[in-house]
């Protein structure tokens, strides 16, 4: 009788396993299609800095609305693009369409890419960026490249090699999600980067953990030694804000903020302080 459950409970994990594999070839094939009949799309999300409000910067976002199952999250969808080797031509399309669309901009904004470690160790990416600036005509100083720890621990000399490289044609590079890696500080110390991107969870803690809160001023004063400005990720509230205008920290980006959006905004880049959240500047106190 025992036995009999085993294997009816064997039976049930492997068609529910035998589904999920289903699902995601599926997925995949879709995927591929997607990426040949322009079914994804690019989202911006405003940058700024914190003590003047200035618009620094948009990150790029992709999205995939899938024909039944509607928006898909990158979470799910950038694995599988990595797992199935799409995400080599999906990066390249992102960069080219951003690097067009921000070209045509009226206001001159930096742009923020993401790039799949995957990418880094693909073919010539260096080649890949200096060609799509030449044929886009955006200039490099307004293209920033995000990358992960995970980019660079596999081979560490040829990530800098590259990181070196990407820098002489202008560009800039930020890592991403920093602080959830486990060599965070022996990366800042060899790879130069230009900004540090302090990892969403830290925003998502500091109201309730005085340890995340202790990071992010460890963190900071680390870029100020270091002379590299922190962009701290995932503001949501005024709270938040309000703690990075006093510890000092460079730039925000955040649903507070403005949310990832299709269009960008034609701001002007010099917005007074305290107008960083418009609806919410009655809010701020008062440092002038
Ligand atoms: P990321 O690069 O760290 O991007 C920031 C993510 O945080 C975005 O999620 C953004 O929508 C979200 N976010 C921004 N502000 C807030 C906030 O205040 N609260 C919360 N809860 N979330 C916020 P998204 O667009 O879902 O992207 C998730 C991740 O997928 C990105 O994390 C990035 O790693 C990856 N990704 C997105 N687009 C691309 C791409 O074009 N290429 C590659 N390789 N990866 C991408
Ligand atoms: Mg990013
Ligand atoms: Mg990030
Ligand atoms: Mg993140």
Redesign the pocket.
């Known amino acids: 009788r025992a036995k009999a459950t085993i294997g009816q409970t064997v039976a049930f994990y492997e068609a529910r396993m035998d589904e999920q594999v289903r699902e995601r070839r599926a997925l995949t094939k879709e995927l591929w299609q997607a990426l040949a009949s322009e079914g994804f799309r690019l989202h911006y ?1 405003v940058q700024k800095a914190v003590a003047t409000g200035e618009v620094t910067g948009y ?4 999205r995939w609305t899938h024909p039944e199952r509607g928006a898909i ?3 799910e969808f ?1 694995p599988l693009a990595e797992s199935c080797g799409a ?1 080599v031509p999906l ?1 390249e399309w ?1 960069l080219r369409t951003a690097c067009r669309e921000a070209a045509s901009w009226t206001v001159p904004h930096r742009i923020a ?4 470690p995957l990418q880094l160790g693909h073919g010539d990416l260096v080649e890949m960026v200096r060609s799509i600036l030449a044929e886009t005509g955006l200039v490099p100083e307004r293209l920033e490249l ?1 990358i992960t720890e995970s980019s660079i621990v596999a081979d560490k000399e040829r990530a800098l090699e590259m990181l070196r490289a990407l820098k002489a044609l202008g560009v800039t590079v930020a890592i ?2 920093f602080g959830t890696g486990y060599s965070s500080l022996e990366t800042l110390r060899s790879f130069p980067f230009d900004k540090i991107k302090l990892d ?1 969870s830290f925003m998502t803690e500091v109201e309730t953990s005085p340890q995340a809160k202790a990071i992010i001023r460890a963190i900071l004063a680390l870029g100020r030694s270091l002379e590299i400005p922190v962009l701290a ?4 509230t005024c709270q938040q804000l309000d703690l990075l205008q006093r510890e000092g920290c460079d730039e925000a ?4 903020l403005g949310r ?1 959006a299709a269009v960008v905004e034609a701001v002007a880049t010099t917005m007074a302080a305290p107008s960083l959240v418009p609806e919410a500047a009655a809010s701020l106190p008062d440092r002038a």
Do not use: H, K
Not at 113 to 116: P, R, T, W
Not at 253 to 256: A, E, P
């Open positions: 999300q990150e790029v976002l992709l999250s990158p979470a950038i995400i990066g992102v890419v993401n790039l799949s995000e991403d999600d969403r990720e995932g503001v949501e980006q955040g649903y507070l990832p």
